[in-house]
């Protein structure tokens, strides 16, 4: 640079630095260097430079609408953004068709290990603020598939809490899954694949969904299911019911009805979600109608450094608290499917590694259920059922069919079958795999 005056400035345009990044360090990344002066007279400083690979990895939001849900989710914690909500950004909040609005006021993910360790995407101290702990991760922009292999509607995206004040040091992959066959319309599945890429230890490590909903202003009603893991909300005229699940084994480590005025609306401090995400059950329904939001929190999980461990919630609409009953589970139901079928290592839309018959689903069913299976190249296949003497009852594909990720529905009120175990086998050019299943009437 040569000799540069007091207070003035200097440029190295004519023999600017050159940075190569390798094809493999992801778009978006961060990357620092230390740019080191020396000059006469002993004098150094050292100046960090942050340089971005390829583009900032922005925020983005998809809207579900495979079934009688219609619900906005994001890749950074926030869900809902509809019109009027505490994060407007064009999406159309949670909205069940046959009540056709949204209530939902703020829908926010939480992570946290102590009171000192929180990140999250909910409101905090400030007015209409929220913690913006959770941050697009390196190549995690949201992906969308309709239909995807899982379900009708996928979305995956990563973030982490490079965000907060005290990160955790986590990558959350999160899948949503939205359907639209009977029952199964009536949710969407938020998936949550928790991995430790800090070097330290991380236990007991609370995933939290934090929901407030407005029936409208003042009039919200708090409830909570222990035996379906499940929180609810709804109108103190017994309408317009919202809940949601935790369908992980863990089940739900915390739920807490929260009093607006009491806790929340003049802030909510980083203890109080701790509080609320730790606490187990203290005031897990509401007494009279005000204005109210909940919180429900699985876990505890305890990750070494690298470990990877799952949360689920389904957020459901119904029209009556007596079909959570059967909704419910069949939410838990698909979860395990993901469960199951995620040890395949293609993503939605490629071309499978191999030739392989899934489990199907619902298991046991009545009277239909759902067969996938996945070609690793263009072949003739068939695809039978058999009962429990070996004899065909129905072909459901005799074709050839591309490479990729396949399904067929089984309606067995077509073949007038009667109840009992049933097997289902793939046959393709040069290798066939059968799987057994369950009709129950």
Not at 131 to 152: C, M, N, R, T, W
Request: charged share 20%; hydrophobic share 40%; proline share 4%.
């Amino acid at each position: 640079y040569g000799a540069i005056a007091l207070n003035d400035s200097t440029s190295n345009s004519g023999q600017p630095y050159r940075i190569a990044f390798d094809d493999s360090i992801s778009a978006g990344r961060m990357v620092v260097f230390d740019l080191v002066l020396n000059g006469s007279g002993g004098y150094q400083d050292t100046l960090p430079l942050y340089l971005r690979v390829g583009a900032k990895q922005e925020g983005d939001h998809f809207t579900h609408t495979a079934g009688q849900v219609q619900f906005t989710v994001s890749n950074y914690g926030i869900y809902g953004l509809g019109q009027g909500s505490a994060s407007d950004s064009g999406g159309v909040g949670f909205i069940y068709l046959p009540d056709n609005q949204s209530y939902l006021y703020e829908m926010a993910f939480m992570i946290a290990s102590d009171s000192d360790h929180v990140s999250d995407a909910a409101r905090n101290m400030l007015p209409y603020s929220n913690d913006i702990d959770l941050q697009v991760a390196p190549g995690g922009g949201l992906k969308a598939y309709a239909p995807s292999f899982y379900a009708e509607e996928r979305t995956i995206s990563v973030f982490n809490d490079n965000g907060s004040c005290q990160p955790l040091g986590v990558e959350i992959r999160q899948s949503t899954f939205a359907y639209k066959e009977d029952i199964e319309d009536q949710f969407v599945i938020m998936a949550y694949e928790v991995k430790n890429t800090s070097d330290s230890s991380l236990s007991g490590l609370r995933v939290a969904l934090y929901a407030d909903w407005d029936f409208p202003y003042g009039a919200d009603m708090v409830g909570f299911d222990g035996d379906l893991d499940l929180g609810y909300m709804y109108a103190n005229d017994g309408s317009a019911i919202r809940g949601i699940a935790v369908l992980n084994s863990e089940g739900t480590a915390s739920y807490r009805s929260i009093d607006g005025a009491a806790w929340t609306r003049d802030g909510f401090a980083k203890s109080e979600k701790w509080q609320f995400m730790s606490e187990g059950f203290v005031d897990t329904a509401s007494v009279y109608a005000k204005d109210h939001s909940h919180l429900i929190a699985t876990g505890p999980f305890d990750l070494a450094p690298g470990q990877v461990d799952t949360a689920a919630f389904a957020i459901i609409g119904v029209d009556s608290l007596a079909e959570f009953d059967v909704v419910v589970p069949r939410a838990v139901l698909r979860f395990n499917d993901f469960m199951v079928s995620a040890e395949n290592p293609q993503d939605p839309g490629g071309i499978p590694d191999k030739f392989e018959l899934f489990a199907n689903y619902p298991n046991p069913f009545n009277p239909a259920t759902t067969i996938e299976f996945a070609l690793d190249k263009q072949q003739a296949v068939r695809l039978e059922v058999f009962n429990i003497l070996g004899r065909k009852v129905a072909t459901l594909v005799d074709d050839v069919l591309d490479a990729g990720y396949h399904k067929v529905v089984w309606d067995s009120s077509a073949e007038k079958v009667s109840s009992g175990v049933y097997f289902y086998r793939l046959k393709g050019e040069n290798q066939a795999v059968s799987r057994k299943m369950l009709l129950l009437k």
